[in-house]
């Protein structure tokens, strides 16, 4: 059985359209491991946030958002992956990032590592201080210094880590 859960937004008490309770949060799966992060768990991590400019699609730029949220490091820490000393072949270790729709990103973990890539990613949260909308939420991997939005990945469920 599927169990349904609305999320109140911030704003004068509008409502976010429900989603299942799966939709709402991320999947780590790693080579021996998976973990199942909800809104709660990610929220309950060190937060980082980026000024980015909204989605274009064709048409005008509006104004920037702030978008926060963990860093990808963290949330991959959580789920028991080091990013720290890559050495030899965990260098060859490969994110596969997939959002609900089948969209599909990859990123190498030395280009996430603090010692190696430095490659600032947001799992974000909110926008402005408000939940994401349906949208590009519940979650949203955001990429602040890709000169495209191509790697950002809205409805984001899952990441995949493959080692060598």
């Not at 000393?85 to 490969?94: E, K, N, Q």
Request: zero cysteines; glycine letters at 10%; a positive charge.
């Amino acid at each position: 059985m599927i169990t349904w859960r609305t999320i109140a937004s911030v704003a004068a008490g509008t409502t976010i359209a429900a989603a299942p309770i799966a939709a709402q949060s991320l999947r780590v799966v790693t080579p021996t491991d998976s973990v199942t992060l909800d809104r709660a768990a990610l929220a309950a991590l060190p937060q980082d946030s980026a000024t980015i400019a909204p989605h274009r699609h064709g048409g005008a730029a509006g104004a920037p958002v702030r978008i926060a949220g963990p860093s990808l490091g963290v949330v991959l820490a959580r789920a028991g992956v080091r990013t720290d000393s890559l050495r030899g072949p965990a260098l060859a270790t490969t994110l596969l990032v997939t959002a609900r729709d089948g969209y599909r990103v990859a990123f190498s973990l030395g280009e996430i590592a603090a010692e190696l890539g430095r490659t600032r990613v947001l799992v974000a949260l909110t926008a402005d201080g408000r939940p994401l909308g349906d949208a590009d939420g519940p979650l949203r991997l955001v990429v602040p210094g890709d000169g495209r939005q191509a790697r950002w990945v809205r409805q984001l469920e899952r990441i995949v880590v493959r080692t060598p």
